[in-house]
C-alpha cells in the first residue's frame, strides 16, 4: 500500500484538469487495491489465527502459508477483476496484474522451496518504476534510488532475520520484477 501511495503521488499529473478528469478513478482505484491488497487478507490472517489454522502471523512455519497465500490470490483475483472496470490506464492494469502473476508465482514455489514474499513485493515495487520508465518515457531517477535502497533494507533484513537466504530473496525479487515489468513492457513494444 506505501508503495502504492508513493507511486500515484508521484507519477500522477494532478494539474487542475487532471484532477477533474481522474481524481473519481484514482479514487475508486486506490479503495478497490486497498480493500482487496491490505484489508482482506488481514482479515483473512486474523480468522486463520482465531480458528488456529496458523500458530502466528508471522507464519513461520511454511506449510501453514498455503492457505494464506490461496485465499490472498484470490482477494487479489477479485483486485484485478475489480480495477478493469474502471477506467485507468492500461499500463496500470496491467502492473495489478503482474503482482498478481507474481503472488500467483510466490505461492506455487513455496509448496516445495521457501521463497521471500517481502522481496517479491519490493522488486514488483521496482518493476512497477522502470515500468513507468518505458511506458511514459520519463526516468524518476529519485523514486528508482529510493526503491532500490528500500529494496536492499528489506532484503538484508530478511537475511539478516535469518527468515530467508539470499537466495530465496533473490529469487523473490526477480520474480516481482519480471511479472510487473514483463506485460507492460510486451503492451509498450506492441502498441
Not at 20 to 37: G, H
Not at 42 to 56: C, D, K, P, Q, V
Not at 124 to 134: E, F, K, P, Q, R
Request: proline share 4%; charged share 5%; net charge positive.
Amino acid at each position: 500500500m506505501y508503495a502504492c501511495l508513493i507511486f500515484l503521488w508521484q507519477f500522477t499529473d494532478w494539474t487542475e484538469s487532471a484532477q477533474y478528469l481522474y481524481a473519481p478513478q484514482m479514487q475508486t482505484a486506490f479503495a478497490t487495491t486497498f480493500k482487496w491488497t491490505l484489508l482482506a487478507p488481514t482479515i483473512a490472517l486474523m480468522i486463520l489465527r482465531m480458528l488456529h489454522l496458523i500458530s502466528s502471523f508471522q507464519l513461520t512455519d511454511q506449510k501453514e502459508r498455503n492457505i494464506p497465500y490461496f485465499l490472498t490470490v484470490i482477494a487479489y483475483l477479485v483486485w484485478c477483476n475489480q480495477l478493469t472496470t474502471n477506467p485507468i490506464p492500461h499500463e496500470w492494469l496491467l502492473l495489478a496484474a503482474g503482482g498478481t502473476s507474481a503472488l500467483i508465482f510466490v505461492a506455487f514455489i513455496n509448496r516445495f522451496w521457501l521463497i521471500s514474499a517481502h522481496a517479491t513485493g519490493v522488486g514488483a515495487w521496482m518493476g512497477s518504476v522502470l515500468t513507468y520508465a518505458l511506458a511514459f518515457t520519463n526516468i524518476p531517477w529519485g523514486m528508482l534510488i529510493l526503491t532500490a535502497i528500500v529494496s536492499i533494507v528489506v532484503m538484508a533484513a530478511r537475511v539478516r532475520l535469518q527468515r530467508h537466504s539470499c537466495e530465496q530473496v533473490l529469487a523473490g525479487w526477480f520474480i516481482g520484477l519480471a511479472c510487473t515489468t514483463l506485460p507492460v513492457l510486451i503492451y509498450v513494444t506492441t502498441i
